[in-house]
């Protein structure tokens, strides 16, 4: 059960959408966290959607994925990076 509970990781650190920094995730300020998804987004060649859909979507991902096991302020960075994301992209909410 436990190899059923990691495929979220896997997808995050092998996504073929989107060539991700190592450990991005992890890091402190959410404002690094959105410039390299949109770095990563706006140079991948397999990506289906806009650069701005597909590093929100990784982003929303992670954070769905990882769930409960998020502390309150990880979750608030990573919810933060998404307010980065939309000013990165020009997509402020109004």
Do not use: C, Q
Request: avoid cysteine; glycine fraction near 2%; proline fraction near 2%.
């Amino acid at each position: 059960m436990a190899a059923k509970r990691k495929w979220s990781a896997e997808v995050t650190k092998h996504s073929d959408a989107l060539s991700l920094e190592e450990n991005i995730f992890e890091a402190d300020s959410p404002r690094k966290i959105a410039a390299s998804l949109k770095h990563s987004a706006e140079h991948s060649e397999k990506r289906k959607s806009e650069p701005y859909r597909s590093a929100m979507s990784m982003l929303t991902f992670y954070i769905n994925r990882a769930g409960k096991n998020l502390s309150a302020e990880r979750k608030d960075t990573l919810e933060k990076a998404k307010d980065e994301l939309r000013v990165l992209f020009g997509r402020e909410k109004k």
